[in-house]
C-alpha cells in the first residue's frame, strides 16, 4: 500500500534527523555542514531546508522532539497520587539517566550545540522548570521541606547528566536521597 504525502512527508521528516544526528555526532554540531547532513540523508540540500530552515532547527528540534523533554511531560503528566516525592524523582532521573545511556549521539549532540545555545537553553530551562514546580506542589502540599527548587532542579538535571558524560556512575535514588534526606 502507498504511503500517503503526509505519511511520505513524515517519514522524509524523520529520515533527516535520523542523518542529522549521525552526522552531528561524527562531525560535532559545529563541524557539519547542512550538505554533509543532504549528503548522508541522499537528498539534495533544498531538499533538506523545505523542513527545515537552518542546522540549527535541525539541532532544536533533535533535542526538543528525541531529547528528555517529551518524555518527562509525560511522566509529570501521570498521576502521582498517593506516591512519595522522593520515589517519583527517582524514576524522572533513572529516565532521564537511561536516555542518556542509551543515546550516546544524543548525547553528543546536548553537548557540542554551541550554534544553538540559545534554544538548548531554552529547552533545558522549561525541563528545570517542569521539574521545579513539581517540587513547589510538593512543597505546599508539606511533603518536602521548603526549599529552593529552582536549584534542586538544576542540580538534579546537571548531576546526572555530568555524570553520564564523564563516564561515572551514579545512583540516582542516593542522589535524591541526599538532597532530599528528611523526606523518605
Do not use: C
Not at 2 to 31: H, I, N, P, S, Y
Amino acid at each position: 500500500m502507498a504511503k500517503t504525502r503526509r505519511e511520505q512527508a513524515e517519514w522524509r521528516r524523520e529520515q533527516l534527523l535520523d542523518a542529522a544526528l549521525k552526522v552531528f555526532a561524527a562531525k560535532g554540531v559545529d563541524g557539519a555542514s547542512v550538505k554533509d547532513i543532504a549528503e548522508a540523508a541522499g537528498v539534495t540540500p533544498g531538499l533538506l531546508y523545505r523542513y527545515f530552515e537552518s542546522k540549527e532547527a535541525l539541532v532544536t528540534t533533535l533535542l526538543s522532539e528525541r531529547g528528555f523533554l517529551p518524555r518527562l511531560r509525560e511522566l509529570l503528566t501521570a498521576d502521582h497520587r498517593g506516591r512519595p516525592a522522593v520515589e517519583v524523582l527517582t524514576e524522572l532521573l533513572g529516565a532521564f539517566d537511561a536516555l542518556l545511556a542509551d543515546n550516546a549521539d544524543l548525547m553528543a549532540v546536548f553537548f557540542g550545540a554551541t550554534q544553538a545555545r540559545a534554544a538548548l537553553a531554552e529547552l533545558v530551562g522549561e525541563g528545570q522548570r517542569l521539574i521545579g514546580d513539581f517540587l513547589a506542589a510538593r512543597v505546599a502540599e508539606g511533603e518536602l521541606r521548603p526549599h529552593d527548587t529552582t536549584t534542586a532542579a538544576r542540580t538534579l538535571f546537571a548531576t546526572v547528566a555530568v555524570s553520564r558524560r564523564t563516564g561515572s556512575p551514579l545512583d540516582v535514588a542516593r542522589l535524591v536521597e541526599l538532597l532530599f534526606p528528611h523526606e523518605r
